[in-house]
Each structure stands twice: as C-alpha cells, then as structure tokens.
C-alpha cells in the first residue's frame, strides 16, 4: 500500500511543479507582449518622426 500512495504523491508533486512553470511561462509571456507593444509605438513614433522630417527636407529642398 505505500508504494501506491507514494507513487500517487509523486504524481501530485509533478503537477504542481508543471503548474508553477506554466504560470512562470504565462507572465513572461505578458511582459514580453507588454515590451512588443511598447517597441512597435515606438518605431511607429520613429517612423512618423523621420516621414515628417523627410517633408520637411523636400520642402526646403524645393524652395532652393
């Protein structure tokens, strides 16, 4: 009977080691989802930067 029990134990410690690593894995994920989005507002702010620079630059240009 102790080897049963011992066995069902083991299988017990198993998944709550697997349900520890699973949330680990889920916050990770957000704050990398979290970094994903705040990179691409910021590429977005980059590039609307340099498209306004960019018309800046040929209006000058075209007035030479």
Known sequence: MFWPM???ALGFLGLLV???LAVR???EAER???QVADSA???GRAADDLER????TA??????
Do not use: M, N, P, Y
């Open 53 to 56: 620079a960019a018309t800046s």
């Open 18 to 20: 697997l349900a520890v």
């Open 32 to 34: 990398l989802g979290r």
């Open 41 to 43: 507002r910021r590429i």
């Open 6 to 8: 011992f066995a069902v």
């Open 25 to 27: 894995v889920f916050v």
């Open 59 to 64: 209006r000058s240009a075209e007035a030479l």
